[in-house]
């Protein structure tokens, strides 16, 4: 009789173990993977490889193109121009305005190579540059600051966030932002940024999108 209790028991205890842990089904990502893989990415080189390819092509089609005296081309900044991937790393891939507000006013953000070759490249062929970012007006300074220090000392605009903007979407923002700039005269060649809110919408030429599996913004 106590053997069969014992039975029982196993069974009741066992039930709800395999049930949570069915083997067939299909799990969702583990956020320890997930960095894993970040990690992976950016130390493999295969980041910078998925760059490269990117910016062969975008070569190739500038090479078929020349400038005009109002021909613009627009910039994302985060994770497009500069890279906050050590940010990323120090906090482990966590996020919050606080600590975000303080790297910004540190200007640890460094250029990223190959946007910054493109934009030699454009530049010295007298294509305008405009930098459309999400960072809001309190950044603007040390953005601007942040910038300069990685060489992009040549633009014509950098547009920060209003702090009462911050209710509509990306895609809205920027591409009202980009409006404005077609209605001063310029003419957009191409837009290019690391997530699809900055290249969608209206006004943007050819669009390029660059790898981040850190974040999206909407
Ligand atoms: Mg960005």
Redesign the pocket.
């Known amino acids: 009789m106590k053997k069969h209790y014992s039975i029982i028991l196993i069974i009741l205890f066992t039930l709800p173990l395999w049930n949570g842990c069915d083997l067939n089904k299909k799990e969702i990502p583990n956020l320890a993977d997930i960095r894993a893989q970040i990690k992976e990415y950016h130390k493999s080189g295969k980041y910078d490889s998925d760059l490269n390819r990117i910016f062969n092509r975008v070569n190739l089609e500038f090479s078929k193109i020349t400038s005009k005296e109002n021909s613009l081309v627009v910039f994302?900044?985060?994770?497009?121009t500069l890279s906050n991937y050590q940010f990323g790393l120090d906090y482990d891939f966590g996020y919050n305005e606080q600590i975000w507000d303080e790297w910004v006013r540190q200007k640890k953000a460094v250029a990223i190579k190959q946007t910054k070759d493109f934009y030699d490249m454009i530049i010295s062929k007298g294509y305008k540059v405009a930098f459309i970012?999400?960072r809001n007006t309190n950044h603007y300074i040390d953005t601007k600051e942040n910038l300069i220090k990685e060489g992009f000392t040549v633009f014509d605009t950098l547009i920060t966030r209003r702090m009462d903007d911050l209710k509509s979407s990306a895609v809205t923002y920027k591409s009202n932002e980009r409006n404005k700039l077609v209605e001063k005269g310029y003419e957009i060649v191409a837009t290019i940024?690391?997530?699809y809110s900055?290249i969608l919408g209206t006004n943007h030429g050819m669009q390029v999108k660059l790898p981040?599996y850190q974040y999206i913004?909407n």
């Open positions: 994302d900044i985060d994770e497009t970012t999400g940024g690391d997530q900055d981040n913004v």
